[in-house]
């Protein structure tokens, strides 16, 4: 039921900052106990998580990424976004943002994505 779609703009320069949004359907990003995460794969490569804000708005971040990377919501709008700065062409990727529930103190499901935003670094 619920649904999440990214958006943001799709061209960024190197050192810039990248701003991406995603919206939230059908459910509440306050509600227990989820977790919505930003998720990206460069191309050729695996699945990389970024980070993410709980119910509660408590953040954490992957700690490659932690020293660029926000993440913030705005719960009026059912809404979070992720700024991600100092932008080069390493950071190229389709960006995903999706509901993770928690099944352990280390493992989450992600049971729902957004179609994902392709980001390409140029100048």
């Known amino acids: 039921q619920v649904q999440l779609q990214e958006s943001g703009p799709g061209l960024v320069k190197p050192s810039q900052t990248l701003s991406l949004t995603c919206t939230v359907s059908?459910?509440?990003?306050?509600?227990?106990?989820?977790?919505w995460s930003w998720i990206r794969q460069p191309p050729g490569k695996g699945l990389e998580w970024m980070g993410e804000?709980?119910?509660?708005?408590?953040?954490y971040y992957s700690p490659s990424l932690k020293s660029r990377t926000s993440i913030s919501r705005d719960t009026s709008k059912n809404q979070f976004c992720l700024q991600l700065r100092y932008v080069t062409p390493g950071d190229e990727a389709v960006y995903y943002c999706?509901?993770?529930?928690?099944?352990?103190?280390?493992?989450?499901?992600?049971?729902?994505w957004g179609q994902g935003t392709q980001v390409t670094v140029c100048s």
């Open positions: 999706a509901r993770g529930v928690t099944i352990t103190t280390v493992r989450t499901y992600f049971g729902s």
């Open positions: 059908g459910g509440s990003i306050t509600t227990s106990y989820y977790a």
């Open positions: 804000i709980a119910y509660d708005g408590s953040t």
